[in-house]
């Protein structure tokens, strides 16, 4: 029987699973997103729209956070 904290886990692990699927699919049909998440923003800057601005700042934050989390 699943104690309530491995049911929690589970939980959180399928919310952030179905969030990353999401932010894959985003990525792939917006290339220019990915130009600016490998630091060319620059070039990247020229398309980008103020939501997708605010969006990159919030990826790159969750990965600082995943970097934090895996390391430990």
């Known amino acids: 029987m699943e104690t309530e904290k ?5 939980r959180k692990a ?4 179905a969030l990353l699927k999401d932010i894959i699919e985003y990525l ?12 060319e923003l620059e070039e990247a800057h020229r398309v980008l729209i103020p939501e997708e601005k ?18 430990k």
């Open 6 to 10: 491995t049911s929690l886990r589970k």
């Open 14 to 17: 399928a919310r952030l699973e």
């Open 28 to 39: 792939e049909t917006n290339p220019h997103m990915v130009l600016a998440l490998h630091g």
């Open 54 to 71: 605010e969006m990159i700042v919030m990826l790159l934050m969750f990965r600082k956070h995943l970097n934090r989390a895996n390391k």
